[in-house]
């Protein structure tokens, strides 16, 4: 963690801290009623978590509310997907429980979404960069399309983002996550419910997504 590029700017850091900590506090009992909701509909575990890559690649254990039957279950993740669990997707109610890890450090408010840990192998040395700051709970491809868009767009938008950065441009992603919260645009790919698997790019495709 030596590397600069890996230094969380204090700007950042204190805006994290203080928005974090009191959307935490106003939206404690929203996150209640959803642990309630999630156990009475579909039984514990009441949250599904799983290792994810951060700052740097390194992996932490990140939480969200479960939205799916267990794999056990079998079936498509369109299938073992929850009415319950398509309604916290839908208004992104789900990642609530990652504010705990902005409180933390190991995530920030606004950064590229923490995707699976098989697909930094599969990343072109500039996809990698999105790797280059911390991870958010939305971020400027959430803003920008989210699931509505192709993976490459979507890192292309990321790394747009980590060499733009500036604590204004977080202010206005947070401003535009605010108005677009219950409207559900983009929050899955035409014609599913999930987003599919990455599976690598062509590494002579070039960035185009300066915006």
Request: hydrophobic share 45%; aromatic share 8%.
């Amino acid at each position: 963690m030596a590397d600069k590029r890996y230094r969380v700017p204090a700007s950042k850091r204190a805006l994290d801290l203080v928005l974090g900590a009191a959307a935490l506090i106003l939206l404690s009992p929203v996150m209640l009623l959803e642990a309630l909701a999630v156990l009475i509909a579909q039984g514990p575990p009441l949250l599904f978590c799983q290792q994810r890559p951060g700052l740097g690649g390194e992996l932490f254990r990140m939480c969200k509310f479960r939205t799916m039957r267990p794999a056990s279950a079998g079936g498509s993740d369109e299938d073992r997907l929850t009415p319950l669990g398509r309604f916290l997707r839908r208004t992104s109610l789900d990642e609530l429980p990652e504010l705990f890890l902005v409180l933390a450090g190991r995530m920030s408010l606004v950064g590229p979404r923490p995707l699976l840990p098989q697909y930094l192998q599969r990343y072109t040395p500039e996809q990698a960069r999105r790797h280059e700051v911390l991870p958010g709970i939305t971020g400027w491809a959430q803003v920008n399309g989210r699931n509505a868009i192709t993976w490459e767009q979507k890192f292309e938008l990321d790394v747009w983002y980590v060499r733009n950065w500036s604590i204004w441009l977080d202010v206005r992603i947070l401003l535009m996550t605010l108005a677009k919260w219950f409207s559900a645009e983009g929050v899955s790919q035409p014609g599913r419910e999930t987003m599919e698997e990455f599976m690598g790019s062509d590494p002579r495709q070039g960035d185009s997504a300066g915006r």
